[in-house]
């Protein structure tokens, strides 16, 4: 498992794409593929009105994972230091297997090259003491860079005020 994650608090996050700009950027994506993704879901309707929430998909690096599983090279790795899940480009044959085996669809077919490339979390910036360029660039600091130990905590931290006892209880 990974040392780390990304924790979005969906209140704050507005749908910008920042994240996604930030990631390409820093990576010098070309159009298409992303490493990671706002999802749009809804509109529902919350308290008679219609909501729109986004979701922000990067890698979860997963504990197993699957693409790590499927891959015949060994080019999908995982470091030993901090559990962060990446492909080793010089071993990728382009075979598209870690792409077919992720249930999140993170893995992504970079056709110029003919190799799969992922999302890494900047591990060159983690490796430097930055945060991962989504979580920099996001525009409403919805995004964090957290220890998985840690999201459970912060979590019940932003929902407290909604569970305060009320006066007399």
């Keep these: ?7 979005q608090d969906q209140r704050r996050c507005i749908g910008c794409r920042a994240c996604e700009i930030h990631c390409k950027t820093e ?3 070309p159009p ?3 490493f990671c993704e706002i999802v749009e879901v809804g509109p529902e309707m919350v308290d008679g009105h ?23 090279t060994g080019a999908m790795r995982r470091r030993d230091e901090d559990g962060l899940v990446f492909v ?3 071993l990728c044959v382009g075979c598209k297997a870690c792409i077919l085996s992720c249930p999140w669809g993170v893995p992504q077919w970079d056709a110029t090259r003919g190799k799969v490339f992922k ?18 660039g996001c525009t409403t ?17 932003r929902r407290a005020p909604d569970f305060a006892p009320t006066p007399g209880e």
């Design 1 to 7: 498992m990974s040392l780390h994650a990304i924790l």
């Design 27 to 29: 990576h010098d994506l």
């Design 32 to 34: 298409g593929p992303k």
């Design 50 to 72: 219609p909501r729109i929430s986004f979701v922000f998909m990067p890698c979860y690096h997963c504990e197993t994972a699957w693409c790590i599983t499927a891959c015949p």
């Design 88 to 90: 080793e480009d010089r």
């Design 119 to 136: 999302c890494d979390h900047c591990r060159e910036r983690i490796d430097e003491g930055l945060e991962p360029a989504c979580v920099t």
């Design 141 to 157: 600091k919805a995004l964090s860079w957290v220890r998985p130990d840690e999201i459970s905590d912060r979590r019940r931290r």
